[in-house]
């Protein structure tokens, strides 16, 4: 995999990955494909909308259809139907914030399965396997996702840990696979610093910051992202995982973070909680009713040109399959398009005014 920084506006940077599979531009949003789907639409619709790399869990393929399955089936971009890149997680915060039972080892972790209660073990080999088996083009080492709150000598060890597992991921790397490395250490920054620092001995193709967002006070995550964010290698890309909040997402573009993968769009969609660029709206309000309003007036996704809030209210309330779809394409897409300005903006140096126009908006 290639990285090439092309602007720097402050801190904030906006780059390329080259893989084999295709470019991705950064600032980057990842939708996650959690079970190899991303909720409610298809692959070729992602693409529409610029969608240029997706999330896979190995936890939820690992145990359902099975890694082998996926194997014999083509490799995850043949079974889900996408071309570019892939990036698998490790499975650690799965098996942490779903699976019961868990006991850790040296080795690694026994678990019992969130869907029927079977027995699992994943260690670093194990975790490296399952992830050539899908055949991601990224895949991330395997770790602890250290909960909140921690005292500092559960962080102290759970680093350890998750550093000692990091080292066997590079050593069971596959061919043809890029590795990034995760860094833990709760909210304690010489431990944060420290596990930076390790990795980058160990050297990986690119630098994760995990275990936040995991329950700790805004402040805590933000002083963590400034933290951080410096202390990881400037040629590599730079990947905040499980944050999408858009205002978290400001932040972190501004220290120089690269990478973001989060549920929210897709969820609140779901949810009928739309984002728009006057600012959040819960489509099931009375006050929809009889709008005959797009979504979003500036917005030119398929939803926005096609429909009226009072319809969109209406399929919400009566709990139809395409208001899933429909809310699902006009919020990825305003996602897609946020982070297409957010480019343009570090392009032409307004960077900094765009997050100021955008706090506002979302405040
Ligand atoms: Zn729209």
Partial sequence: MQFRIIKTNGNARSCVMETKRGVVSTPAFIPVATTGTVKAISTDELKEMGAEILLCNTYHLYLRPGADTVSSLGGIHKFINWD????????????????????????????????DGSLHFIGPKEAMQIQSLLGSDITMTFDECTPYPSTYEY???SLELTINWAQKCKENRKEGQSLFGISQGSIFKDLRSESIEKLVEIGFDGYAVGGLSVGEPKEEMYEMIYFTAPLLPVDKPRYLMGIGEL??????????FDLFDCVMPTRNARNGTLFTSRGRISIKRTEYKS???????????????NYSRGYLRHIF????ILSMRLNTIHNLYFYFNFFRNMRKSIAEDTFCNFKTQWEQILS
């Fill in 317 to 320: 309330l009566s709990k139809e």
């Fill in 291 to 305: 709008d005959r309003a797009p979504l979003d007036p500036d917005c030119n996704c398929y939803t926005c040109r």
């Fill in 155 to 157: 962080a102290l060890r």
């Fill in 247 to 256: 205002r978290d997402v400001l932040t972190a573009v501004e220290t120089g």
């Fill in 84 to 115: 570019r890149p892939v990036l698998s997680d490790s499975g650690g915060f799965q098996v942490y914030s779903l699976s019961a039972l868990r006991k850790i080892e040296e080795s690694g972790v026994h678990f019992r399965s969130h869907i």
